[in-house]
């Protein structure tokens, strides 16, 4: 009976472990999601870029590309320079993937309305932005 009781203790240790795992898992990866919106709404294009992967995938109104970390920042700085943030929100959020995030905030800045849309991938154990979209709402 008392080996019955050690195993049982020992499964639910096991359970409660891997549910404080999952728990902060998932905590982490929406802190980055709001993280990067913070990131955006203060055009903080320096912090912003610590998120990017060495390279990005961007687009940004009709101009795309494949840039490197740095390129990405002073495109987005050029770009937060002639449209001031005034609010961010998140539209939307696919974050069921453990390997995978895709983003969409809407964007309203001292010009006009964009649709912002970003896919973080689990890269050497953080996410990072891998595409990066801005397109104006029409």
């Known amino acids: 009976m008392e080996v019955k009781v050690k195993r049982v203790i020992k499964k639910a240790g096991v359970t409660i472990t891997?549910?404080?795992?999952?728990?902060?898992?998932?905590?982490?990866?929406?802190d980055v999601i709001d993280d990067?919106?913070?990131?955006?709404?203060?055009a903080n294009t320096k912090e912003?870029?610590?998120?990017?992967?060495?390279?990005?995938?961007?687009?940004?109104?009709?101009?795309?590309g494949?840039?490197?970390?740095v390129q990405a920042e002073i495109i987005l700085r050029d770009f937060f320079s002639k449209n001031t943030p005034t609010n961010v929100k998140v539209a939307h959020r696919l974050d069921s993937n453990p390997n995978f995030r895709y983003v969409?905030?809407?964007l309203e800045?001292?010009?006009?309305?964009?649709?912002v849309s970003y896919k973080l991938t689990h890269n050497d154990n953080s996410f990072q932005v891998t595409?990066?979209?801005?397109?104006p709402i029409y």
């Open 18 to 30: 891997m549910c404080f795992l999952v728990i902060a898992t998932l905590a982490h990866s929406n």
């Open 36 to 42: 990067i919106a913070s990131c955006i709404r203060s």
């Open 48 to 64: 912003l870029s610590k998120y990017f992967s060495s390279t990005v995938s961007m687009t940004l109104m009709n101009d795309e």
């Open 66 to 69: 494949i840039y490197s970390r």
């Open 104 to 106: 969409v905030l809407n």
């Open 109 to 115: 800045t001292s010009k006009d309305a964009y649709r």
């Open 131 to 135: 595409e990066f979209r801005v397109e």
